[in-house]
């Protein structure tokens, strides 16, 4: 079983991968806001004129959004500890969590975060299904021999 917990720990550990290229992504992406502004004819004659106005995530929202774009990546990692530790259902309510992220900010940085969500699926599924009772049984049957 500790093959599976690797391999979950792996795609947990691919899902910050992700995370961390989304979020780095947003950041230093100088063209998330693309758009024309236009003026009309002004007083002096002039006529209407047509601009193309290219602004970053932080130039637009202000510095505060890295703390929101912290939250996927910290749900990433958390997601890894738990796979690593091996905290199946742990690994399930982080995925939820992200996925509630995703969905919540789907028309502007919810997407980006997919290829997470589908990591930490991978990590949970791989992970195997070893419960409490299990494991217990399992190291008391270590123990009689």
Known sequence: ????????????????????????WLVLWPCFYIGVTATPMGPDGTGPR???????????????VLGLLSVP?????????????GIRALVWGVLAVLLAFCVLGAFSVGLYYLPSVVALVVAAVRMGGRGPSQREEESTSERRT
Do not use: D, H, K, P
Request: charged share 10%; hydrophobic share 60%.
């Open 50 to 64: 047509r601009e193309r106005v290219c602004a970053s995530l932080i130039g637009v929202n202000g510095w505060w």
């Open 73 to 85: 990546v910290l749900l990433s990692v958390l997601g890894f500890l738990a796979a690593r530790g």
């Open 1 to 24: 079983m500790a093959v599976a917990r690797t391999r979950g720990t792996v795609a947990a550990a691919i899902g910050v991968g992700f995370a961390v290229a989304a979020t780095l």
